[in-house]
Antibody, heavy 121, light 108 residues
Framework: EVQLVESGGTLVQPGWSLRVSCAAS????????MSWVRQAPGKGLEWVAN????????YYVDSVKGRFTVSRDNAKNSLYLQMNSLRADDTAVYYC??????????????WGQGTLVTVSS | IQMTQSPSSVSASVGDRVTMTCRAS??????LAWYQQKPGKAPELLIY???SLESGVPSRFSGSGSGTDFTLTISSLQPEDSATYYC???????????FGGGTKVEIK
């Protein structure tokens, strides 16, 4: 059974740093692209970052470029999101998701339960 | 590529047929996904490739379209279908894979 379990979300002050993690199990982690998606309170879904299965490519939404870094440890079946210079508008539930390649397209087929990051003074 | 969904919300009765649309700002062939998100829960993949039903998804859900215009239809609305539905472009390599703004389905 595929499982993704996020952790590390908490309350931090503006300007602080935080790392959230995602522990994966039930599939061959090292063969899948992975993704972070966030959802601000009462808002829609926003993709944050994607990372290639071997960690050689990373992509970010413009609003987090230069502040957030996605990484992975395939030996530990873990995905990470390092968030620096946090702002109030980064407040959201952060989900990790597996990206499946199917018939030429890329689909987020399994999601974790999410971890809440709150940025407030 | 921007994804635009309409309507932003719809209210319908149990048993009704419900249709919602997603428009891409550029053609994306059939590389489109639909997700369902219930309150307080993570999204779940419903449809991929614009019209292929994900395993375990009830057959009352269907998707259609290609190019820039796509549709998600619930043939007979059930109480458990109360949720927000998001489309997501799925073309090219993963950079992006952006979502539409969502359509909230409520039961009358």
């Amino acid at each position: 059974e595929v499982q993704l379990v996020e952790s590390g979300g908490t309350l931090v002050q503006p300007g602080w740093s935080l790392r959230v993690s995602c522990a994966a199990s039930g599939f061959t982690f090292s063969t899948y692209w992975m993704s972070w998606v966030r959802q601000a309170p009462g808002k829609g879904l926003e993709w944050v970052a994607n990372i290639k299965y071997d960690g050689s490519e990373e992509y970010y939404v413009d609003s987090v470029k230069g502040r957030f870094t996605v990484s992975r440890d395939n030996a530990k079946n873990s995905l990470y999101l390092q968030m620096n210079s946090l702002r109030a508008d980064d407040t959201a539930v952060y989900y990790c998701a597996r990206i499946r390649y199917s018939s030429g397209g890329y689909y987020r087929d399994f999601w974790g339960q999410g971890t809440l990051v709150t940025v407030s003074s | 590529i921007q994804m635009t969904q309409s309507p932003s919300s719809v209210s319908a009765s149990v048993g009704d047929r419900v249709t919602m649309t997603c428009r891409a700002s550029q053609g994306i062939s059939t590389w489109l996904a639909w997700y369902q998100q219930k309150p307080g829960k993570a999204p779940e993949l419903l449809i991929y490739g614009a019209s292929s039903l994900e395993s375990g998804v009830p057959s009352r859900f269907s998707g259609s379209g290609s190019g820039t215009d796509f549709t998600l239809t619930i043939s007979s609305l059930q109480p458990e279908d109360s949720a927000t539905y998001y489309c997501q472009r799925a073309n090219s390599s993963p950079p992006g894979l952006t979502f539409g703004g969502g359509t909230k389905v409520e039961i009358k």
